[in-house]
């Protein structure tokens, strides 16, 4: 029986929230691809689940933007002072 990997969906949503910072991002990156790649041999998933959980991600980014609460057009905005310290 397979499902949508909702590792997947975990995956690809921290790798797009950690877009902009230079050694986050690159941190996030090979870290979630591990993690991707990791679910297969361990027989946590089979490709098709992988697949179906990036389409699910992808379906929620889609509406999210058809919304209008895409948060594409927050990165241009200034960390807070404190936080940024």
């Not at 029986?1 to 950690?18: G, K, N, R, V, Y």
């Amino acid at each position: 029986m397979t499902f949508p990997s909702f590792h997947t969906c975990l995956a690809l949503m921290t790798i797009f929230a950690t877009i902009g910072t230079r050694w986050l991002f690159g941190i996030t990156l090979i870290w979630n691809l591990l993690v991707l790649v990791s679910t297969i041999p361990i027989g946590g998933h089979y490709v098709i689940d992988l697949t179906c959980g990036a389409l699910l991600w992808l379906a929620a980014m889609k509406v999210e933007a058809m919304l209008g609460g895409s948060s594409i057009s927050l990165r241009g905005m200034p960390m807070p002072e404190a936080v940024s310290a």
